[in-house]
T-cell receptor
Framework: TQLLEQSPQFLSIQEGENLTVYCNSS?????LQWYRQEPGEGPVLLVT?????EVKKLKRLTFQFGDARKDSSLHITAAQPGDTGLYLC?????????????FGKGTLLTVNP | ETGVTQSPTHLIKTRGQQVTLRCSSQ?????VSWYQQALGQGPQFIFQ???????GRGNFPPRFSGLQFPNYSSELNVNALELDDSALYLC????????????FGSGTRLTVV
């Protein structure tokens, strides 16, 4: 069974601060996807990382995939209240099981003005 | 392009009843997956449909079943509802086998009383 451990589970920071969310597993994934979910809505895809060691930037968000494709991190620079939400990492299985996403429990981020 | 739409948005059922949830996939996507998200948890994979057949299943009992139609829309059926089935049910579509990210609907909030 593939498991993804996300940390921290809760994070409350002030506007302008930086933060990092971690996603770790003992399993290898074919890709790692990050989603953001707001109350009453479905998750919205932020980024997909595929190659070990890959780094992707999306404005103030930086995503990294571990060299062994078992872990990932999301770094937010100068957080803003609009960044508030539940951040979910999800790993796609290897080989023929890449259809199945294994989600972490999520990190609930609150950015206070 | 249209996104993923789900109906109904909210539903209350009695234990032992049966329920059908519906989903229209995003234009251009050929695969539909269903996820169950309990409160405070990440989504859990139920199953995926591709070419109108189930081609992957998570750890859910047979009373969870589904259909995919030629227009790629889908249904999730749950028989003999239990209290623990109360959750947000999410439908997601993608183009498989590439799977570079899913588009999720806003979900159906099911409450079993």
């Amino acid at each position: 069974t593939q498991l993804l451990e996300q940390s921290p589970q809760f994070l409350s920071i002030q506007e302008g601060e930086n933060l990092t969310v971690y996603c770790n597993s003992s399993s290898v994934f074919s890709s790692l996807q990050w989603y953001r979910q707001e109350p009453g809505e479905g998750p919205v895809l932020l980024v997909t990382v595929v190659t070990g060691g890959e780094v992707k930037k999306l404005k103030r968000l930086t995503f990294q995939f571990g060299d062994a494709r078992k872990d990932s991190s999301l770094h937010i620079t100068a957080a803003q209240p609009g960044d508030t939400g539940l951040y979910l990492c999800a790993g796609a299985g290897s080989g023929g099981s890449n259809y199945k996403l294994t989600f972490g429990k999520g990190t609930l981020l609150t950015v206070n003005p | 392009e249209t996104g993923v739409t789900q109906s109904p948005t909210h539903l209350i059922k009695t234990r032992g009843q049966q329920v059908t949830l519906r989903c229209s996939s995003q234009s251009g996507h050929n695969t539909v997956s269903w996820y169950q998200q309990a409160l405070g948890q990440g989504p859990q994979f139920i199953f995926q449909y591709y070419r109108e057949e189930e081609n992957g299943r998570g750890n859910f009992p047979p009373r969870f079943s589904g259909l995919q139609f030629p227009n790629y829309s889908s249904e999730l059926n749950v028989n003999a509802l239990e209290l623990d089935d109360s959750a947000l049910y999410l439908c997601a579509s993608t183009h498989w086998p590439e799977n570079y990210g899913y588009t999720f609907g806003s979900g159906t909030r099911l409450t079993v009383v």
